[in-house]
Nanobody, 115 residues
Framework: QVQLVESGGGLVQPGGSLRLSCAASGITFSLYKMGWYRQAPEKQRELVAIITRNNTTTYQPSLKGRFTISRDNAKNTVYLQMNSLKPEDTAVYSC?????????WGQGTQVSVSS
């Protein structure tokens, strides 16, 4: 059974930082492309960042420089370091694992940026 479990979300003040984690099980993690997506209330889900199995990264252009995606294949975990957070970063953040036609999603973790 495949599971992706996100953690690390919460309430943070503007300008603060959070590191999200997504722990995967039931897949050969090192073979999968991993991604972070987010969905704000009443908005469509959007790409945050992707990291391939070769550690090539892609970011939503507006987030590059503030957000950093990384992976630890030994821990079957992908991370999202988020710095200089803004209220508009408030959303549910979910991770995605993909390999060919296979896609798996986690349940998501809420990130709220507010003073």
């Amino acid at each position: 059974q495949v599971q992706l479990v996100e953690s690390g979300g919460g309430l943070v003040q503007p300008g603060g930082s959070l590191r999200l984690s997504c722990a995967a099980s039931g897949i050969t993690f090192s073979l999968y492309k991993m991604g972070w997506y987010r969905q704000a209330p009443e908005k469509q889900r959007e790409l945050v960042a992707i990291i391939t199995r070769n550690n090539t990264t892609t970011y939503q252009p507006s987030l590059k420089g503030r957000f950093t995606i990384s992976r630890d294949n030994a821990k079957n975990t992908v991370y999202l370091q988020m710095n200089s957070l803004k209220p508009e970063d408030t959303a549910v953040y979910s991770c995605d694992a993909s390999f060919g036609a296979l896609h798996y999603w986690g349940q998501g973790t809420q990130v709220s940026v507010s003073s």
